[in-house]
């Protein structure tokens, strides 16, 4: 794995969830896969990082309570952009 790959392994805990219901909260999932971008565009660029956009998020299956969440990131794009410091 390069600088720009990072893996977060999480377990689906109650609090994750939609209330009153066994299935992960998407904005939770959305939480995580930002954070683990994040680390990602750090570890590239070596300096603070943040996500401007997303282009599309389909959750295909519910993510269950007590279940293991393994997420792979890869830095697909790291664009420069002009700060005032």
């Known amino acids: 794995m390069g600088d720009r790959v990072v893996v977060m392994n999480e377990v689906l805990l109650p609090i994750h ?5 066994t299935t992960m ?8 896969m930002d954070l683990c ?3 990602a565009a750090k570890r ?6 943040v996500t401007v ?3 599309d998020l389909q959750f295909r299956h ?10 792979p990131c890869d830095l697909s794009s790291a664009e420069p952009l ?4």
């Open 82 to 85: 002009s700060c005032a410091h």
């Open 17 to 21: 969830t939609s209330p009153n219901c």
């Open 25 to 32: 909260m998407g904005g939770q999932i959305m939480a995580w």
């Open 44 to 49: 590239h660029c070596r300096y603070l990082a």
């Open 53 to 55: 956009s997303m282009d």
């Open 62 to 71: 519910h993510a269950k309570v007590c279940v293991a969440s393994h997420s």
């Open 37 to 39: 971008a994040g680390m």
